[in-house]
């Protein structure tokens, strides 16, 4: 077992599984090369009842819930977090992003598995099963033409070394590959095109109740100049569509896949698999006969022999999450390709220092791996709708405004998408997120988390105004639920080098390995995004004459203060989950680390792949375009002779 | 594992004497007037041993009130918490003047696949013995309400339920077990709402310092996906749909097919 | 709208007007009729209704021949005292059992109780049912009932050779790979589990009546603003029994596993059938699949029957007895083998419990129905046992069966919508109405209306999702209910008018032919 595959020379070796080495693995297995996968975290269950119950029975269901390793320390009575330092595999979870001080304190690293710099807390998180990103929403965007070239049409961050029209048909593979629902009319819009007579693989996902509100709210009567100019669209914007989200999410039966049944737990974990996530492909791959996958594997070493060529990768192995290290070993490839994500990859090559040779680390050349982290800071706001709009019905997201994504604004400001929330408050409430538990406990045992159990003017009254049993508790909390509305806004990120993924000098994981440390900030340009952001908000929850309840705690760390036309106004961001950025794509060696094909400017037979290359961000979830260059990617694998 | 079929069988009801129902005090609504020094007990020492775990989950008697307990809590038809239940005998048409009581032995807790109840029952019993019996003897008093139209007994009685649970914590009237029974009524009404336990203790201390971070524990995968809280807003719970592709897309049906009544 | 015409078929039509009262068609019938399988409308119940308590009805040789329910026959009284759901259950279950023997029963009439182990049953007949494949054709064209069967050209000559006295079975993904692709189930000498799907006439008539049969049907404009409904059975006195021709017994669908029995040895214990199995066919490969002769015993079975005031179908499972042990046997060291499924002794280490065989999971020409790995048993146990009432249930019925094989087998429960009150809204606006009772089609909040039991899991069709998690671990309704067909919605229908439900039956998504979209 341990040290076979270390037998092998292999055609291509991958260092994680979710989307982008999933797909590429399936590609090459396809094309008869022998693959072998390592994943550092648990393998692939046969079902997914354990992360069912495990998410059923979770007080907190964050993202992370349905997964391993534990969030919770299970043998500490008082359950506090998992100390990073004990596991072998760990990941960031969304509760170890808390204030200085408090639970889940992002800046301690007992408890937060990133070391966190700041001077403002990165707020993604990851998994390390499947690749880490099974608990994704189901989005499938494309980039929008003009996302690629920010520097030659806006003057502005960065273009990327391929357009639009170079992953267009391999947009249309990765729809296939991960099945799309969507209307093709529809997804025209930010100067999309698709070759003629194509269609998506999936009819749209119908739009919910919430989705309709909004829609007929906003585009009521048609808008004025006061109304929206502040966009600068740079042409009077009359209309505002609200569109339904391309998304893997299944419409009819697909592969031998089930059709969404409105669970409304897209994140963290679909019940009836209806969503798609890389565990679907990796299967594939492994049925092709060519692929070998091995779990409990954690490459912490890339090694380069001669001619700059990568020799092979040595690996750690564990068998419990927190037991000690139970076997090394070495595997030797032709290619290999790291899939570990846009932390753990620049992690991976900046320990790989080959006794000094690389000593800046693997692939650095450029010094650029780890810089450029980016995220999606994503401006969540809140409130209640005057009339009931029956939320928490359907898929987390349905529908979306992506028109005001790009435009002549760009050349100020970042751009923004928003998001339509079909979950209510579900994960903001009372600013620390919970629904429906939150609210209902307020109203059974008189308190006021929520803010919903005082009238305006006290609404941060600690205790609430009512404590209710029966008819009125059924009356009251029915008409708090069904008002619910919430949205948030995905807002593009600077490139900037001192936002940056290094090695922590003193905090080590399980494994004894350096964690990964981080230094994260938003630039002047995305906070100006985050003001338009914001007057967006306005002019949507006017014209749905919600009640605001948007908060953020005084010490929350992702506080933003701004000023809006001489006011101060308090925004906040979290993460998307969108980790981006630190192994940038580009034609220059010494300004990027990969070039169009992701591959290596360093080393000849090294790819390395994922959302780390994105030069920049825009505003789309980057799944599908992660799918749509790892398919390109494997193709040019596929293409190359490595022979030496 | 368990048995493919959970369910309950039906036993012998226990016999347990009815009490004669006096103009009430507060105190003896909660506490039981035929057993004053049994209230005394009660009210003197919380989790009293002697009488500790007299409510049994396998009674029918104690499910039938614990139903109707829970059903006037948490404003939920009790044939929807509980499917199958029947109190016995049923309302006839045209009514019986004066309508007959209530046998609880003839009434049936009904019979469901997925039996959150019994659960539920076993939890309380488990955690707060003897608040559970005193909020079990507060239905049973109100159980034949004198004078009372049968056509609204329920309401009335969901009522008086309500009426004793609801004071404040410093009230000099009221006794550490009546307060012990108030919180015990909302962690049943939390149970019920959202497939979680969160001690009474602990929401009493939330009220006296709503700063804290409440915690809790799921009592189970089963009670999670039978959570009422979001059923009341016409949807589900998150994770649990028992519908249809495309349901989203149109407006939920009546209040009425969840809970079993219309909302306001 | 089936027409009401289908079973005026002349001679068959008469017996099947005779087989309305009480007997099984075919025991009148001459054995080369080919009528469809009738029911008995007046089936008896689990117990003696009259008596006060119910008493239980007598499990004797009477029943062998009372043929297939049209519905059933429950009720909240029984054996259980007022406990309705297990009263309920009990009637459900020997419901079951009546089914079972129908199925079973042989084809030429004979009595089940003196079957051989190969004696072909009703169900294997063309006549009475259909595999899905036959059905669902590749090039999606419409078919009548009578239409010979289908040969793949591979078995062509093999199949003339034995006279068509053999059954034939065209390999998909599906018939090796359980569903939504949780892996194969390789038996203890090796080889591939292999599973079918059947439908009766009704269903039949219905998929062709609607023109879904096709994946350009189901797309059809004509077919958006249709609702699956497909016709439900009803005893004698329940409502709707005037619009299903006499022994009609509405939608009944199966699915079979079987056991490769190549030992002339394991043929005892089994039902056991000649066939031809074509391995799958490989999309991008010229190669001939092979058609092997193979000897397969009937290792699981499963039914559904769709019924008027059970519009959300019963979910009926049997299996071999010995196919695996319960969790609950192995925990304690009673294992019984030897069994299909499972190794005795062999530990857990060696032998994984309930762990997916490795990958690749596909079969190879080579290797035909053998495993690549020769070495690979899958180990699987009985994650949810039976429950005592089940067990004593069985073994009145297996005693019946005298000494033919069948009492080899045993029904593991019966899944039914215990909350059959639920998803009652009437549907008054689809042109051309439903048809009487009105099914409701939005099924909102519980489409399936509270299952009873909630989970249920045959150990050869539902091998890897066993469990009492919600929603994760296999329950026929909670899975079923997802269901929905291949139609589309067209840009002038409002989203809200648009159901593509197909009725708990997967087999519409599996129509071939040339889409239209």
Redesign the interface.
């Known amino acids: 077992m341990a040290g076979e595959i270390d037998k092998i020379l292999w055609d291509v070796a991958i260092i994680g599984s979710g989307f982008a080495g999933a797909l590429i693995a399936n590609e090459l297995g396809k094309g008869r090369r022998r693959v072998i996968i390592l994943e550092a975290g648990e393998g692939i269950p046969p079902n997914i009842n354990k992360y069912m119950s495990r998410f059923y029975s979770a007080s907190a269901k964050v993202p992370e819930s349905p997964y391993t390793p534990e969030i919770f320390d299970l043998s500490d009575p008082k359950r506090g977090l998992s100390d990073p330092n004990k596991v072998n595999a760990g990941r960031p979870t969304v509760l170890s992003l808390g204030p200085k001080g408090k639970f889940g304190d992002w800046t301690n690293p007992k408890q937060a598995y990133l070391i966190q710099k700041g001077p403002r807390p990165f707020a993604s998180t990851y998994d390390r099963v499947a690749g880490g990103t099974s608990h994704w929403l189901g989005t499938c965007l494309r980039f929008v033409p003009n996302d690629f070239k920010m520097k030659s049409q806006y003057g502005q961050l960065a273009d990327w070394p391929i357009e639009y029209n170079d992953l267009n048909s391999w947009y249309g593979e990765a729809e296939k590959e991960l099945g799309v629902s969507a209307d093709v009319d529809e997804q025209k819009f930010g100067g999309i095109e698709f070759p003629p007579g194509h269609t998506y693989p999936m009819p749209k996902i119908p739009n919910s109740t919430t989705d309709q509100y909004v829609n007929d709210s906003l585009n009521k009567d048609p808008l004025t100049e006061g109304e929206t100019g502040f966009l600068g669209m740079g042409k009077p914007v009359t209309k505002i569509p609200v569109r339904g989200v391309p998304a893997a999410r299944n419409s009819e039966p697909y592969r031998n896949r089930r059709a969404c049944a409105g669970n409304t737990n897209c994140i963290p974990i679909c019940p009836i698999q209806a969503k798609y996530d890389p565990t679907i492909t990796l299967n594939d791959a492994r049925n092709t006969r060519f692929v070998t996958f091995q779990e409990r594997t954690v490459a912490y070493e890339i090694v380069v022999g001669t001619n700059d060529l990568v020799s092979e990768i040595n690996y750690k192995r564990y068998e419990t999450e927190t037991g000690k290290e139970t076997d090394r070993g070495s595997i030797k490839a032709r290619v290999f390709v790291i899939a570990a994500n846009a932390i753990e990859t620049p992690r991976l090559l900046l320990m790989s220092t080959n006794g000094g040779r690389t000593a800046k680390g693997v692939a650095n050349k450029s010094d650029m791996v780890g810089r450029n982290l980016m995220d999606h800071p994503y401006y969540v706001v809140w409130g209640m709708s005057p009339k009931r709009i029956y939320p928490y019905r359907g898929p987390l997201i349905t529908s979306g405004i992506g028109d005001l994504c790009d435009g002549p604004f760009r050349r100020e400001r970042a751009a923004f998408r928003v998001d339509i929330g079909n979950e209510g408050w579900n994960f903001v409430v009372g600013g620390i997120g919970g629904d429906p538990n939150v609210t209902t406990l307020d109203f059974v045992n008189g308190l006021n988390k929520s803010r919903l159990n005082a009238p305006l003017e006290r609404r941060d009254s600690p205790l609430g105004d009512e404590a209710l049993f029966g008819k009125q508790l059924v009356d009251r909390l029915h008409e708090k639920f069904a008002r619910q509305f919430r949205c948030g806004f995905l807002i593009e990120q600077t490139p900037d080098r001192d936002n940056r993924v290094t090695l922590s000098s003193d905090h080590k994981d399980g494994l004894g390995l350096p964690r990964p440390q981080i230094s994260y900030n938003l630039s002047d340009y995305t906070r100006r995004g985050f003001i338009a952001a914001y007057r967006m908000k306005n002019l949507l929850f006017g014209k749905m004459s919600l009640t605001e309840f948007t908060e953020i705690g005084p010490e929350d760390p992702t506080r933003l203060e701004e000023e809006v036309d001489g006011k101060p106004v308090t925004l906040n961001y979290t993460g998307a989950g969108h980790i981006m950025g630190t192994c940038p794509m580009g034609d220059d060696p010494k300004q990027s680390v990969v070039d169009k094909f992701q591959r290596s400017h360093d080393h000849k037979n090294l790819y390395l792949v994922g959302s780390s290359t994105f030069p920049t961000g825009a505003t789309a979830n980057p799944t599908l375009t992660i799918a749509a260059l790892s398919l390109r990617t494997a193709k040019h694998i596929l293409d190359t002779d490595f022979r030496r | ?10 036993v012998a009801p226990n016999t347990i004497e009815g009490e004669p129902v006096n103009a009430v005090t507060r105190r003896t609504v909660l506490t039981g007037a035929a057993a004053a020094t049994a209230a005394a007990t009660v009210g003197a020492t919380l989790d009293t041993p002697a009488r500790a775990h007299s409510v049994d989950p396998n009674s029918r008697e104690d499910m039938l009130l614990f139903i109707l307990l829970s059903s ?5 038809a009790p044939s929807k918490l509980a ?2 239940f029947a109190l016995a005998p049923p309302t006839t048409n045209p009514p019986t003047v004066p309508p007959p009581p209530f046998d609880l032995s003839k009434s ?1 807790p ?5 039996n959150v109840k019994r659960e539920y029952l076993t939890l309380a019993n488990e955690k707060s013995p003897s608040a559970l019996e005193n909020l079990l003897r507060l239905v049973k008093k109100n159980l034949n309400a004198p004078n009372a139209d049968r056509a609204i007994d329920a309401d009335k009685r ?2 008086a339920i ?1 009426k004793a ?2 004071f404040n914590d410093d009230d000099q009237s009221r006794t550490p077990a009546d307060v012990d029974a108030k919180y015990l ?2 962690s049943i ?2 149970m019920w ?2 497939g ?1 336990w ?1 001690e009474p203790a602990e ?1 009493k201390a ?2 006296k310092d ?2 804290r ?6 009592v ?3 009670a ?2 039978q ?1 009422w ?8 719970p ?16 009546e ?1 009425s ?3 079993g ?1 219309r ?2 | 709208m089936r027409t009401k015409l289908s079973l005026a078929l002349g001679a068959t039509g008469i017996f099947a007007i005779i087989g309305m009262l009480g007997w099984t068609a075919s025991a009148q019938a001459p054995a080369s009729a080919p009528a469809s399988l009738a029911c008995d409308d007046d089936p008896p119940p689990d117990t003696n209704q009259t008596t006060d308590p119910p008493t239980a009805t007598p499990i004797n040789a009477s029943l062998l021949t009372r043929g297939l329910p049209c519905a059933e026959k429950v009720s909240t009284r029984g054996l259980f005292g007022d406990d309705g759901l297990a009263n309920l259950q009990r009637g459900f279950d020997f419901y079951s059992w009546l089914t079972f023997l129908a199925l079973n029963a042989p084809a030429d009439g004979s009595r089940i109780d003196q079957a051989k182990p190969n004696t072909p049953t009703k169900w294997e007949r063309p006549s009475n049912f259909k595999q899905l494949l036959n059905v669902m054709l590749e090039d999606g064209r419409a078919s009548k009932w009578e239409d010979t069967k289908l040969v793949p050209p591979e078995c062509l000559d093999q199949y003339k050779k034995l006279n068509g006295q053999v059954m034939v079975i065209e390999m998909i993904e599906e018939s090796f790979n359980e569903p939504f692709k949780t892996g194969p189930l390789i038996d203890q000498q090796g080889n591939y589990a292999i599973f079918d799907i059947l439908m009766n006439k009704s269903m039949f008539d219905y998929i062709q009546d609607n023109n879904l049969q096709s994946k350009a049907g189901q797309q059809s404009r004509k077919n958006a603003s249709l609702k699956v409904d497909f016709p439900a059975g009803a005893n004698k006195g329940q409502q709707a029994r005037m619009t299903l021709p006499p022994g009609d017994p509405g939608a009944v669908m199966i699915k079979v596993a079987w056991k490769v029995l190549d030992a002339p040895t394991e043929r005892q214990n089994f039902h056991t059938v000649d066939a031809l199995v074509l391995m799958p066919r490989h999309e991008n490969d010229v190669t001939k699949p092979p058609c092997l002769r193979k000897t397969l015993g009937l290792a699981g079975f499963h039914v559904g029957h769709k019924t008027v005031n059970r519009r959300q179908w019963i979910w009926t499972s049997f299996e071999h007895k010995k196919n695996v042990p319960e969790q609950q046997e192995v925990d304690t060291k009673q294992e019984q083998g030897p069994y299909n499924f499972y190794r005795v002794g062999c530990d857990p280490t060696q032998c994984p419990v309930n762990q997916t065989p490795p990958t690749p999971w596909e079969p190879t020409y080579k290797n035909g129905l053998k495993f690549h790995d020769s070495k690979f048993r899958s180990q699987i146990t009985r994650v949810v046992g039976l429950t005592d009432e089940t067990k004593e249930m069985n073994k009145q019925f297996q005693k019946i069966l005298g000494n033919t094989v069948w009492k080899n087998y045993m029904l593991l429960s019966t899944q039914w919508p215990s909350d059959f009150r639920c998803a009652g809204k009437k549907d008054t606006t689809s042109t051309p109405p439903p048809p009487e009772p009105a099914t409701d089609f939005k099924k909102e909040p519980d489409m399936n209306c509270a299952p009873a039991p909630t989970f249920l899991a045959n150990s050869t069709l539902e091998t890897y999702s066993q469990g009492t998690d919600p929603l994760a671990s296999s329950s026929c309704m909670a899975c079923h209910g997802n269901a929905v067909s291949q139609q589309v919605r067209p840009p002038d229908m409002k989203a809200e008018e648009f159901f593509n439900q197909s009725d708990f039956t997967f087999m519409l998504e599996k129509a071939r032919g040339k889409p239209t979209r």
């Open positions: 594992m368990s048995c493919a079929l959970p369910h309950e069988r039906s006037a809590l948490t404003g939920i499917p199958g049936v009904g019979s469901d696949p997925v969901d009522e309500i649970l609801q009524a909302r009404v939390l709402y959202l979680a969160y929401l939330l009220r709503p700063t971070v409440a915690t809790f524990q799921i189970s995968p089963k999670y996906t959570a809280a979001l059923r009341v807003a016409q949807a589900h998150m994770g649990f749909s028992e519908m249809q592709f495309g349901y989203w897309t149109r407006e939920p049906n209040t097919d969840f809970i009544r909302v306001n």
